[in-house]
């Protein structure tokens, strides 16, 4: 399957750089692992969150379509000295078998079509352990958002909002809707993002 990113990844340098997501520091905080912790980071790109996940003592697994980042991931683990689980796959054909507790995403589930969203969030539902989390960003439409200059074909926004309502059943930890600016293909635009954590709680408060 054809993958952009698979050239982006090819060269020595880090497209996405080492740092990692903001969002990991929040993840350190709501579910430290002072227990065993397995966390999935879904379309991992190069590593950057899958590597500062399993510095900070988590169980890492990572997958990606782009088996040139994949390789980049290996590569970071090994810099890093650290071990992580890494495979290629598609997140639209690949399904959970086993639990996590931790599953997490940056700016890859806009890939997902809208017809198999439902099912799917099902699957990582069902197989994450209580307390777990999901930790998860979707790029959003919006009628005051130009789309992207180099907006891809497999690329399908989400509605705002969307997210959020796949877990009216479990404790929101963290949502937010934001805009940013955008350098991608050296043309200035802009981006709005749907970023949400929400927890397993099947407990009473
Ligand atoms: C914007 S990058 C984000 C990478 C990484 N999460 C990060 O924050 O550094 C999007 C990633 O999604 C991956 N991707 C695209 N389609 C995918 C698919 N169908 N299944 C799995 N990964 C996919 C791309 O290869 C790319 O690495």
């Known amino acids: 399957m054809f993958n952009q990113y698979d050239e982006k990844y090819a ?3 880090f497209y996405w750089g080492k740092k990692p997501s903001p969002i990991c520091y929040k993840v350190l905080d709501l579910l430290p692992p002072d227990k065993p912790l397995k966390l999935l980071d879904i379309g ?20 990606d379509l782009s088996s040139a980042g994949v390789d980049k991931t290996n590569l970071l683990a090994e810099e890093a000295g650290v071990k992580i689980n890494t495979f ?11 639990n996590f507790d931790i599953l997490f995403s940056t700016g890859t589930l806009h890939y997902i079509p809208e017809n198999i969203r439902k099912e799917l969030f099902q699957n990582y539902k069902e197989h994450t352990n ?7 960003s979707v790029f959003v439409k919006k009628p005051f958002i130009k789309p992207a200059p180099d907006g891809e074909s497999t690329a399908q926004k989400w509605i705002s909002g969307e997210l959020m309502n796949f877990y ?19 043309i200035p635009h802009k981006h709005v993002s749907n970023r949400i954590i929400a927890r397993k709680f099947r407990g009473e408060l």
């Open 11 to 13: 060269t020595k340098e």
């Open 44 to 63: 991992c790109g190069e590593g950057r969150n899958s590597i500062f996940f399993a510095r900070n003592g988590y169980h890492v697994t990572a997958f």
């Open 88 to 98: 290629v796959a598609n997140l639209n054909e690949f399904r959970l078998e086993e």
């Open 130 to 136: 209580e307390n777990g989390l999901h930790v998860f």
């Open 168 to 186: 009216h059943d479990w404790k929101i930890e963290h949502s937010i809707e934001e805009i940013f600016d955008c350098m991608s293909s050296g």
